[in-house]
């Protein structure tokens, strides 16, 4: 893929999370960089088939307080499979959770479960042991 498609993938991504785009650079290595409040920092190497650079994408971070949160993602980038952007930047984001202050899911199982509950007002909650005849 392109470098300036690359770039728009991940724009894009950045509109609908905490993250910005801060760097873009092409000439030696095709490198995004990443930063979100409260200091989260990371970059992706883009994979450039055509001049021999990196293969797969990889993700790093200069802040040692960042690296074990991507390594899951690290992981998943170097699972069975090509990875796309936009999946390797979800998969990164999903592991930042707990730092941006976010619930930690593992997956959209959660959010799937709870879109179609409705929760009771409390007061119609029954209490264990207490019957209310």
């Known amino acids: 893929m392109e470098f300036k498609q690359l770039v728009e993938v ?3 991504w950045c509109s609908s999370v905490p993250f910005d785009l801060i760097f ?3 000439d030696d290595e095709r490198r995004l ?3 979100a409040e409260p200091g ?3 970059y992706v190497l883009c994979p ?12 790093w971070s200069e802040s040692e307080d960042c690296l074990p949160f991507l390594q899951v993602a690290q992981d998943y ?3 069975c499979g090509k990875k796309t952007l936009l999946e390797v930047l979800d998969k990164v984001f999903t592991s930042f959770r707990p ?3 976010l619930p930690d899911l593992d997956d959209e199982t959660f959010e799937q479960y709870h879109a179609g509950v409705e929760e ?4 119609d909650h029954q209490q264990m042991g207490v019957s209310q005849q």
């Open 120 to 123: 009771e007002p409390e007061a």
């Open 48 to 59: 450039d088939n055509m001049t021999g650079g990196v293969e797969h994408f990889h993700v």
């Open 24 to 26: 873009a650079e092409e």
């Open 10 to 12: 991940a724009e894009k």
């Open 40 to 42: 989260i920092s990371f």
């Open 33 to 35: 960089d990443f930063y």
């Open 77 to 79: 980038i170097t699972s």
């Open 99 to 101: 730092l941006l202050g």
